[in-house]
């Protein structure tokens, strides 16, 4: 298991990844993830804090267990707290916990059926792996709507939330971050081809699973990728290893 340090540095990596893939939204949005064994305390962007300028220190670490922070100034904010509190509360395997509202996860979460068909091997990626919420109840902001929304995302590694964007888990901060990225990659192909307004050819359910268990044997792609975008952000002079 990562240091706490390994941690800060992994995550704020990511916050920076997010932001220059455009995959970020005002000062709004939150990544977190685990420190302690049992999950129940995290890492988490601090209130309205741009995905630009986090960096390692900067990162707050909160006991999903007390809520008592939010009576405080260094209260994080509500929306997070609900969600990503609940879940490292009661999902100790969902270390690591991605929520944006990416452009493509975000139209796709709109529409009437926003499922991923797989018609590809990105989209395919997520086959029977991703849950959908379609009970949108606006934000997200009470101890309620965090348990829902830990209730049905519980078992799978993704979960499309109708009307509201995507929340990604994983065990590390890489295969997390490999999963965001290829999914708003399968929902950017799935928006382009329902707007060619021809049929989908979409995959037979066993090619699908086969596929998606495919992808299980490039696990350490993730890892690959994520220490070359680090590599990149360190010949930038990037601050969030500070």
């Not at 329902?194 to 359910?205: A, C, D, E, K, R």
């Amino acid at each position: 298991m990562q240091t706490e340090q390994e941690l800060r540095v992994d995550l704020a990596a990511a916050f920076r990844f997010i932001y220059e893939m455009d995959m970020h939204e005002s000062v709004s949005n939150h990544l977190s993830a685990a420190v302690s064994a049992d999950g129940k305390m995290f890492l988490m962007n601090r209130r309205w804090m741009h995905f630009a300028n986090i960096t390692a220190s900067s990162l707050q670490l909160l006991d999903s267990e007390d809520d008592s922070i939010m009576q405080t100034e260094e209260a994080p904010d509500a929306s997070a707290w609900s969600i990503h509190g609940n879940v490292h509360e009661s999902l100790s395997q969902a270390r690591v916990i991605l929520h944006v509202h990416s452009t493509y996860a975000t139209v796709l979460s709109t529409l009437k059926n926003p499922r991923i068909l797989p018609i590809d091997n990105n989209t395919a990626r997520f086959y029977e792996r991703i849950a959908y919420d379609t009970n949108f109840a606006g934000i997200a902001s009470s101890d309620e709507e965090g348990k829902r929304i830990m209730d049905t995302l519980a078992g799978k590694k993704a979960l499309m939330m109708g009307n509201h964007g995507i929340t990604v888990v994983g065990e590390t901060i890489a295969e997390a971050f490999e999963d965001l990225y290829y999914l708003e990659k399968a929902c950017k192909t799935m928006v382009l081809a329902y707007s060619t307004g021809q049929p989908l050819n979409v995959l037979p359910h066993e090619l699908a699973l086969q596929t998606a268990e495919s992808w299980d044997e490039f696990r350490g792609q993730s890892y690959a990728h994520f220490e070359q975008l680090k590599v990149m952000l360190d010949k930038k002079g990037s601050s969030y290893r500070e």
